[in-house]
C-alpha cells in the first residue's frame, strides 16, 4: 500500500486567492509529480521533481510553481487563483519500476 | 513522441460478463505499461505493470499481456462485477529520459449492472 497524502481533499475559493495544495509520501521516492486532470479525465503533466532542490516544469504549462525542499514534501502553488485554474490536481511519487502511487487528490474550484 | 491511444467509453457491462480495454502505445524504445483504475472521487491507482515484451501483468482478476509486435496492452476480466465500475486509464513509463512521466490515455469508463 503506497502512503501518499494530499490536502486539502476539496478546496472552494474567490478568485485572486493565494492556495497551496500539500503532497506528502513517506515512502523516500526522490522522484514526484503532479498532473492536472481536466473534466473529460485526461491527466496531463504540470511539474515534477527528481529530488531535493529540483524542479521542472512539465508538459502543459500551469501558471503554478512547486518547491521540494525535504524528500517527502512536494507542494504546489497558485499565487493569485483563477476559474480557470478550476480542476482536480493529482500528486505521484515513482517507485523502483517506474509504477507511480498516487495521492487521492484535490478538487480545486476557483469561484 | 509517446502516446497512449485507448477505447473510447462508456462500456456498459453486466454483471459478470467479459471485459477488454483495448490499450494501444506509441513509444521510442521499450517503455514500461500500466493500467490503472480511478473509483468516483479518488486518486489513481495502480491495477497492474508489465515491464518487458510479453509480461503479463495481473491482479484482482484484471489481466494484460505486453504486446510488442502489436504495441498493444489490452486489459481483460472475465466476469466483472458491479464493484469494477470506474475509469481505467492505461499508461506508459519512458525509461529513456530521466524524468521517467507517465503517459496517459483518455481513460475508459466502465459502468457494471446487476
Known amino acids: 500500500e503506497a502512503d501518499i497524502y494530499q490536502t486539502p481533499r476539496y478546496l472552494v475559493i474567490g478568485t485572486g486567492k493565494k492556495i497551496t495544495l500539500e503532497c506528502s509520501q513517506t515512502m523516500g521516492h526522490d522522484k514526484m509529480y503532479w498532473y492536472q486532470q481536466d473534466p473529460g479525465m485526461e491527466l496531463h503533466l504540470i511539474h515534477y521533481s527528481y529530488g531535493v532542490n529540483s524542479t521542472e516544469k512539465g508538459d502543459l504549462s500551469s501558471e503554478s510553481t512547486v518547491s521540494r525542499i525535504r524528500t517527502e514534501h512536494f507542494p504546489l502553488t497558485l499565487e493569485s487563483a483563477r476559474p480557470s485554474h478550476t480542476s482536480q490536481y493529482l500528486c505521484?511519487?515513482?517507485?523502483?519500476?517506474?509504477?507511480?502511487?498516487f495521492g487521492p487528490g484535490t478538487r480545486l474550484t476557483v469561484l | 513522441g509517446n502516446s497512449v491511444t485507448q477505447m473510447e467509453g462508456p462500456v456498459t457491462l453486466s454483471e459478470e460478463a467479459f471485459l477488454t480495454i483495448n490499450c494501444t502505445y506509441t513509444a521510442t524504445g521499450y517503455p514500461s505499461l500500466f493500467w490503472y483504475v480511478q473509483y468516483p472521487g479518488e486518486g489513481l491507482q495502480l491495477l497492474l505493470k508489465a515491464t518487458k515484451a510479453d509480461d503479463k501483468g495481473s491482479n484482482k482478476g484484471f489481466e494484460a499481456t505486453y504486446r510488442k509486435e502489436t504495441t498493444s496492452f489490452h486489459l481483460e476480466k472475465g466476469s466483472v462485477q458491479v464493484s469494477d465500475s470506474a475509469v481505467y486509464f492505461c499508461?506508459?513509463?519512458?525509461?529513456?529520459?530521466?524524468?521517467?512521466?507517465?503517459?496517459f490515455g483518455s481513460g475508459t469508463r466502465l459502468q457494471v449492472q446487476p
Open positions: 499508461a506508459l513509463s519512458d525509461k529513456d529520459t530521466g524524468r521517467r512521466a507517465l503517459t
Open positions: 505521484a511519487s515513482r517507485g523502483s519500476y517506474n509504477e507511480q502511487f
